[in-house]
């Protein structure tokens, strides 16, 4: 059984940080690109960012990119998704997520769309004052 189980959010002011975990047990983690996604007050699931198996390609939705950064750590199973100048607009409800249902292959990142994925956490809250 794959448990995907999320960490590290909070109440932070606008422009401080957070590091958000995840981590992964019941697959192979060194063979799946993995994810974040969010969920903002009355909007759709949004992916934020993914990174392929080895750390060596990653993917970020345009309104992070350059503040959030997305690393893993194979040997313990988890990656992580480091927000730096966090915004107002980045409260959230912040998943991760695995396993592609339309391909075979699960290193790379083939996209960003949540309705791709099978396998998620529960989310950890981030809440951002301005």
């Known amino acids: 059984q794959v448990q995907m189980v999320e960490s590290g959010g909070g109440f932070v002011q606008a422009g401080e940080s957070l590091t958000l975990s995840c981590t992964t047990s019941?697959?192979?983690?060194?063979?799946?690109?993995m994810t974040w996604f969010r969920r903002r007050p009355g909007k759709e699931r949004e992916g934020v960012s993914c990174?392929?198996?080895?750390?060596?390609?990653?993917q970020y939705l345009d309104s992070v990119q350059g503040r959030f950064t997305v690393s893993r750590d194979n040997a313990n199973n988890v990656h992580f998704l480091q927000m730096n100048a966090l915004k107002p607009e980045d409260t959230a409800m912040y998943y991760c997520?695995?396993?592609?249902?339309?391909?075979?292959?699960?290193?790379?990142?083939?996209?960003?769309?949540?309705?791709?994925?099978?396998?998620w956490g529960t989310g950890t809250q981030v809440t951002v004052s301005s």
């Open positions: 997520a695995a396993n592609y249902a339309r391909y075979s292959a699960q290193r790379r990142c083939w996209s960003l769309l949540a309705a791709d994925f099978t396998y």
């Open positions: 019941g697959l192979e983690f060194e063979n799946y690109a």
């Open positions: 990174i392929t198996w080895n750390g060596q390609e990653s």
